[in-house]
């Protein structure tokens, strides 16, 4: 997973082929629509990034490296490209139970 974040485009590119993967799985087993399949997990998955974002940030301790205007609580290394990875994962996983639980066909 280290390997995929370290380039914004080519994790882009695991995030969108994951989440079509994800949605056509809905899409053939619960008989969900692709629009709907892809607009549940969209909202699925921009909920739990909020929800991730916090996960393991450490606040920036060297004051050489603070620049002037900066919150000194901001992270030193946010992972925003692992993160993005790990919420399209577990909002997946998220669209599968919710569409077993739930009875959204034809959605």
């Not at 993005?84 to 909002?91: D, H, I, Q």
């Not at 669209?95 to 959204?104: E, G, K, M, N, Q």
Request: no cysteine; charged share 10%.
């Amino acid at each position: 997973m280290l390997a995929v974040s370290r380039s914004t485009p080519a994790t882009i590119g695991v995030i969108a082929l994951v989440a079509a993967l994800f949605v056509a799985v809905a899409v053939a087993l619960f008989r969900v629509t692709v629009v709907g399949g892809f607009g549940l997990y969209f909202v699925i998955w921009w909920t739990l990034l909020f929800a991730i974002l916090p996960l393991r940030n450490g606040a920036e301790t060297d004051a050489e490296r603070l620049v002037p205007g900066q919150d000194p609580g901001a992270p030193a290394a946010p992972r925003l490209r692992e993160k993005a990875l790990l919420t399209t994962v577990v909002a997946g996983v998220a669209l599968i139970v919710a569409l077993s639980v739930f009875p959204l066909a034809g959605l």
